[in-house]
């Protein structure tokens, strides 16, 4: 089979599979726009440890690590088999790289990771893992940490970051999901979108810093490093193709890319 390239995708609210956005129905037709992988890499946000985690379960049990939503949500199950030698091969690959990591037996997969997949693959039929971020250690890290394991690639994985693009919930108009984009959400959006499009490594790696309303478009950076990430996992010289962009609620933006 063909290289997969990595892909980043906004994950949004855990209703996302019943809501009726465009970003849902985006979502439904990315599976078909690649060959089956054979495993699949979730790096979430909402798996954010000290030091890089990779659950080894057998299956995958289903995290609503959410509160406060309609009660048929809390039935939902992405059981997903797992995948613990590829856990074990991801590990290695990231202590090549100087990069420690621990193994969990325990952990399922959180809605960063099942909620963009039950869309993708809805029979959850191909295994899964997560690796979590590690927030605390900055956007030049996450860079780090998905070029070590590019490589798995290779061998026909799909790595995916699930974060969110623009993700400030204290922002978003709640009057309904038509509503106008503010200016400093495009503004941070057009300033990402041209640096992964440029390949400005170091600017990105900088971004808290560079990127125009970088601290309004995320008060906290963990929806932030899976797009690190998976443009780090894109490998050497990577290409960034945009997928995807829309937004919700004002300023929830909703972007996907495609690394190779």
């Known amino acids: 089979m063909s290289m997969l390239p990595s892909l980043f995708v906004s ?8 809501d009726d956005c465009p970003a849902r129905d985006f979502l439904k037709g990315l599976g078909a726009q690649f060959e089956r992988p054979k495993a699949i890499l979730v790096l979430s946000t909402h798996w954010d ?3 890089a985690e990779l659950n080894t ?29 590829l856990a074990a091969d991801a590990s290695a690959l990231l202590a090549r ?11 399922g997969l959180d809605h960063g990771a099942w909620v963009p997949l039950m869309l993708m693959y809805p029979q959850a039929d191909i295994p899964v893992i ?28 799909l790595v995916i970051g699930s974060g969110g693009f623009v993700h400030n919930l204290r922002q978003l108009d709640w009057h309904g999901s038509g509503a106008a984009e503010p200016v400093w959400s495009a503004a941070f959006g057009e300033w990402v979108h041209n640096a992964l499009v440029d390949g400005r490594e170091n600017d990105l790696a900088d971004y808290r810093r560079l990127a125009p309303e970088a601290t309004r478009a995320h008060p906290t950076e963990e929806h932030f490093m899976p797009l690190l990430a998976a443009y780090g996992a894109g490998g050497l010289g990577t290409k960034a193709t945009r997928l995807h962009r829309s937004v919700t609620f004002g300023s929830l933006r909703m972007d996907a890319y495609a690394f190779s």
């Open 97 to 107: 790289a100087g990069i420690k990591s621990n193994l969990d037996a325990e952990r």
């Open 49 to 51: 440890t000290d030091e």
């Open 11 to 18: 994950h949004g609210a855990p209703t996302l599979p019943f």
């Open 130 to 157: 997560q690796l979590s971020v590690q927030t605390a250690q900055g956007a030049a890290h996450h860079i780090a940490l998905g070029r070590a394991i590019a490589p798995l690639r290779e061998a026909g994985v």
């Open 57 to 85: 379960v057998a299956t995958n049990t289903t995290i609503h690590d959410f509160h406060g939503f309609p009660a048929d949500l809390y039935r939902v199950r992405y059981d997903a088999p797992g995948a613990p030698q």
